[in-house]
């Protein structure tokens, strides 16, 4: 085998990789708009860039048949390159979105690195692996948990950092439709956004009458969250940032 097939099959198999794991990123851990608001897409292309660019690079390097140590080598760059993307693929896991809370007036993302053991702990539960999980919260009623809510405040967070306060969803059907407001509204409030408004309500079989939205804040951008008007069923985030609210 030639050194130039040698790195173009390293290449090949690295895209594989890297496009699993956009996948995995993309519709999973980090569902729309969440992947480039949060900035996982610089950890990604961090990623992309050793394994799929410099992997296959070294390869070109250093094989040659007739090298007495190229197996040594090549398992050396094997080593570096799984090292880098299993760092990676932790780091993106550690970031990845665990909870879309609801709060009742708005909703807000909870990242996983951002909940503590002692409150998983305290609300029996377990991060959620396989991308974001809706959940409602509830006023909390224990003194320390009271406590905890006002310094989550301090610090930009809320009640959706405690697993504690954690309740399905559905139980704030009637609060969460009582605060949703009106799309029509925010699209004369962002007329050049109007056309990108109107086009993903489409997209996803909605309107100003099937459809209301809360806001939520991603990292310093608010998106919409979509909902449905009768039921509050969650119909995902609009990408579309920086609207006026």
């Known amino acids: 085998m030639s ?40 950890i990604f292309f961090l990623i992309v860039g050793i394994d799929v660019i410099l992997g296959p690079a070294l390869t070109l390097v250093v094989f040659n048949p007739k090298k007495k140590w190229l197996v040594l080598d090549l398992a050396v760059i094997a080593i570096l390159q799984l090292s880098a993307f299993i760092y990676g693929v932790s780091t993106l896991l550690e970031a990845r979105p665990a909870y879309i809370a609801a ?20 609300g029996k539960a377990t991060l959620p692996i396989w991308g974001p999980k809706l959940i409602g919260t509830k006023e909390p009623t224990d003194k320390d948990d009271i406590s905890m809510v006002a310094v989550m405040a ?73 909902i449905d008007a009768k039921t509050a069923a969650y119909r995902g985030i609009m990408p579309v940032d920086k609207l006026k609210m």
């Open 3 to 42: 050194r130039y097939r040698a790195s173009g099959t390293h290449f090949f198999l690295s895209c594989m990789v890297g496009l699993g794991l956009l996948l995995l990123c993309w519709f999973m851990w980090y569902p729309t708009p969440m992947l480039s608001a949060i900035g996982g897409y610089e």
């Open 103 to 122: 709060l009742g007036k708005t909703f807000a993302v909870v990242q996983a690195s951002e909940i503590t053991d002692s409150n998983l702990a305290k």
């Open 154 to 226: 301090d610090v930009g967070g809320d009640k959706g950092h405690l697993p504690q306060l954690h309740i399905p969803y559905e139980d704030m059907r009637e609060e969460i439709l009582k605060n949703a407001l009106e799309f029509e509204a925010l699209a004369k409030d962002n007329e050049d956004r109007r056309a990108e408004i109107e086009s993903w309500l489409k997209s996803h079989d909605c309107d100003n009458k099937k459809c209301k939205f809360q806001p939520i804040k991603i990292s310093v951008s608010i998106f919409p969250v979509v």
